[in-house]
C-alpha cells in the first residue's frame, strides 16, 4: 500500500497544469483510484484512514476545478483584483487629490482618465 500511495503522490506532483484536459483527467483518475483503495477491508474499518482518503478526494476535485478555468476568467479575474487593490489604495490619496483640485479645479479632468 506504501508503494501505491507514494505511485499516486508522485503521479499528483507531476501534474502538468498548462495541459488542461490531460491533467483534469488523470486527476479524476486519481480520485476513482482513491475511491477503489477505500473499498479494501483494511482500510474500510478505519475511520481516520477514510476521513484521510475524503479529504483528499475533495482536495483532488478543487483542483479538476481550477484546472478547468478558462483563460478568459482568470483575465477578468486579473483585472478586478487589480482594480479592487487600486480603490482601497485610493484612499491614501484623497487629501493630495484635493489639494489639486482645490489649486486647479481644470485638474478634475484628469480623474476621467
Not at 482568470?74 to 482601497?88: G, P
Not at 486647479?104 to 480623474?111: F, G, K, N, Y
Amino acid at each position: 500500500m506504501i508503494k501505491w500511495f507514494a505511485g499516486l503522490a508522485h503521479e499528483i506532483g507531476s501534474l502538468d497544469i498548462n495541459e488542461h484536459t490531460v491533467t483534469g483527467r488523470k486527476i479524476q483518475h486519481c480520485i476513482q483510484a482513491l475511491e477503489d483503495v477505500e473499498q479494501f477491508e483494511v482500510i474500510d474499518r478505519d475511520l481516520s484512514i477514510k476521513a484521510f482518503l475524503k479529504d483528499a478526494r475533495d482536495g483532488l476535485f478543487q483542483m479538476v476545478r481550477a484546472v478547468n478555468i478558462k483563460s478568459s476568467v482568470l483575465q477578468i479575474l486579473e483585472t478586478s483584483t487589480d482594480l479592487s487593490y487600486a480603490w482601497a489604495i485610493l484612499h491614501d490619496y484623497i487629501p493630495q487629490l484635493h489639494d489639486l483640485i482645490k489649486e486647479d479645479a481644470r485638474t478634475t479632468v484628469l480623474l476621467r482618465r
